[in-house]
């Protein structure tokens, strides 16, 4: 797998002696832009690229609004061009009437991103370009059309097809490794230490997904740790002083912290292809796996429990637990799907709510989030798709019989304080 992708990297990152000059160019980035639309040579296309994302880089955040809402206004979609190629289409449904009206409903600025990526390492760049987007749009949704395009445009780079998983071990570069540390969005790695102990061990695995345009950044990872029985705290899996588990003792592999990497790949899902392909991976590898499970947060947990006005002075080990079956089972959005970030993922992937523990995260994050409760979801291989179809099409959510009694037991208010 790591030769493949030093293969498709190479093949991604080969110097193009055609990408042009890097001398200063007197024109604006906006007519920089008209001129790239214009051009017809890949020459003088991909010169152009390269200097549209160097002046862009050198853009001050008021330029950089600016360049988006350039490309809100002047390079959108012309509404009366699309309905007259529609109707031309409808009364002569031809080859060419077709390609008039797709022309029609791709902006000009779809086809501006897709030519700044002729030049190499362009990708990440265009990556970083999305998250100031994602910024600006917060504040002005006439944007939200222009980030659509970015993310139509990136689904198709992302695809699964041109991923590839990578073991991370102690053995990876040192550069990825202090991602690894940098982009660790659940438990916090504080030193190389703490990384050697969560990456070194014969019990331990990361994995990772990368993209040959962006070779050296990982998009996604997850840290698993290899058991004996499924965990019940946080502090159990990543204690210094636990004991190492023989490979031919475990019977269960437990995701414990998975971690998007790229702020400009927002909404570009990659986990559910991950934990999958981990799970597959992982079975091949260690036969006796029988039980592939996550501990996880529950990030949204306290901050729900608060808005219902609940009495959370007073709650003790037992009625925390309730408590979180109750909301993990029941407490559900506007729309219908769960309350809950970490739920949605798990349960969209076809997981079951298996187990909910009390004092699993006694960090001060652990404890802000959820009162230091996590949960446990159980992807179950024979159960997965059904799982997934039950919950796609009827917002089903797929528990255990023990997560189903401590919900009821929260729903018939017998905690104390409500």
């Not at 222009?146 to 073991?167: E, K, Q």
Request: proline share 3%; charged share 25%; aromatic share 8%.
């Amino acid at each position: 797998m790591i030769r493949l992708a030093s293969i498709l990297a190479s093949v991604f990152d080969r110097p193009q002696i055609w990408a042009g000059s890097k001398e200063k160019d007197a024109r604006n980035i906006y007519d920089l832009i008209d001129a790239l639309l214009g051009a017809s040579g890949e020459v003088s296309g991909a010169a152009l690229a390269r200097k549209i994302l160097d002046k862009y880089s050198e853009l001050d955040e008021e330029g950089r609004y600016a360049f988006f809402k350039h490309l809100a206004t002047e390079l959108d979609v012309d509404p009366s061009t699309i309905r007259a190629t529609l109707t031309d289409y409808e009364n002569n449904p031809t080859k060419q009437a077709y390609s008039a009206f797709m022309a029609a409903c791709e902006p000009k600025r779809q086809e501006l991103v897709r030519r700044l990526n002729q030049v190499p390492a362009a990708t990440g760049r265009l990556v970083d370009m999305r998250c100031d987007l994602l910024k600006f749009a917060k504040k002005d949704k006439q944007l939200s059309a222009v980030d659509l395009d970015f993310r139509h445009l990136f689904v198709s780079w992302f695809n699964r097809g041109f991923l590839v998983l990578s073991p991370i071990n102690w053995q990876t570069s040192a550069d990825v490794l202090e991602k690894i540390i940098q982009y660790e969005a659940v438990h916090e790695i504080n030193s190389w230490e703490e990384l050697r102990a969560r990456l070194q061990p014969k019990d331990r695995r990361c994995f990772a997904f990368f993209h040959p345009a962006m070779p050296d950044e990982p998009l996604i990872f997850v840290e698993v740790a290899i058991s004996k029985g499924v965990p019940n705290s946080i502090q159990d899996v990543l204690s210094e002083a636990r004991e190492i588990v023989e490979l031919d003792q475990a019977d269960t592999a437990v995701f414990y912290s998975i971690s998007n990497c790229q702020d400009g790949l927002a909404g570009i899902s990659f986990g559910n292809s991950l934990i999958k392909q981990v799970v597959a991976d992982l079975a091949r590898e260690i036969e006796n796996l029988k039980h592939f499970v996550t501990l996880s947060p529950i990030p949204n947990f306290r901050n729900w429990l608060e808005k219902q006005n609940h009495v959370v002075s007073t709650l003790d080990e037992n009625d925390i637990q309730k408590l979180a079956a109750s909301y993990l089972t029941n407490a559900k959005r506007k729309d219908g799907w769960p309350y809950d970030t970490v739920a949605r993922f798990h349960l969209g992937n076809g997981a079951m709510i298996h187990a909910v523990h009390a004092n699993a995260d006694l960090s001060e994050k652990g404890k802000k989030q959820s009162f230091g409760a996590m949960v446990n979801y159980l992807y179950d291989l024979k159960q997965i798709t059904s799982n997934h179809e039950g919950y796609a099409a009827d917002k089903r959510i797929s528990i255990s019989a023990e997560v189903e009694a401590l919900s009821k037991a929260a729903d018939n208010k017998s905690i104390k304080g409500l």
